[in-house]
T-cell receptor
Framework: EAQVTQNPRYLITVTGKKLTVTCSQN?????MSWYRQDPGLGLRQIYY???????DKGDVPEGYKVSRKEKRNFPLILESPSPNQTSLYFC?????????????FGQGTRLTVV | KQEVTQIPAALSVPEGENLVLNCSFT??????LQWFRQDPGKGLTSLLL?????REQTSGRLNASLDKSSGRSTLYIAASQPGDSATYLC??????????FGTGTRLQVTL
């Protein structure tokens, strides 16, 4: 079954304590991306990766890091979380070369920074 | 820069009504458009995908249309049910595989 798996689903942390949200896909997709969703602002792209070791900033990259050491995994790293990073985060996996395949999303990670 | 707008932002209808949700986008150079459903605080459920070369797609009571040249898509829901209550999002896939989302239409179907 095609799947994008994010962990954890829920996370409460304190300001400044480094954290990592993991994302893994089993479809051998080259393209992966992270989004955050905030009320009234919709989903906004944080970072994306076109392939292993190829990453680039999206629309709201400040305060985030990513890595792509292997095709299936694309972790999101918050080196020093702040309360304005409290949000619902989604990881996406897409087959970039085809227009007839849908984007797949993880179940989301609800992050609260206090 | 691609911008996606969804109108209306919220909609309340009685059970059984047919309804139309609208999505418009500013850059017609898209690969496809995807409609999602999202329940409060939950993940995204893919409903329909329309390729840029297609005019419409159907799945059960749902029908999505695409007019790429005018930058518009509609999601038609027939015979609405309370279980259809959710937020509906459209997203366009553009260059570099980037998905750009609208802010959604929050639908409430009342008994």
């Amino acid at each position: 079954e095609a799947q994008v798996t994010q962990n954890p689903r829920y996370l409460i942390t304190v300001t400044g304590k480094k954290l990592t949200v993991t994302c893994s896909q089993n479809m051998n997709h080259e393209y992966m991306s992270w989004y955050r969703q905030d009320p009234g602002l919709g989903l906004r792209q944080i970072y994306y990766s076109m392939n292993v070791e190829v990453t680039d900033k999206g629309d709201v990259p400040e305060g985030y890091k990513v890595s792509r050491k292997e095709k299936r995994n694309f972790p999101l790293i918050l080196e020093s979380p702040s309360p304005n990073q409290t949000s619902l985060y989604f990881c996406a996996s897409i087959d970039p070369g085809r227009s007839n395949t849908e984007a797949f999303f993880g179940q989301g990670t609800r992050l609260t920074v206090v | 820069k691609q911008e996606v707008t969804q109108i209306p932002a919220a909609l309340s209808v009685p059970e059984g009504e047919n309804l139309v949700l609208n999505c418009s986008f500013t850059d017609s150079a898209i690969y496809n458009l995807q409609w999602f459903r999202q329940d409060p605080g939950k993940g995204l459920t893919s409903l329909l995908l329309i390729q840029s070369s297609q005019r419409e797609q159907t799945s059960g009571r749902l029908n999505a249309s695409l007019d790429k040249s005018s930058g518009r898509s509609t999601l038609y829901i027939a015979a609405s049910q309370p279980g259809d209550s959710a937020t509906y999002l459209c997203a366009v896939k553009g260059t570099a595989s980037k998905l750009t989302f609208g802010t959604g239409t929050r639908l409430q179907v009342t008994l």
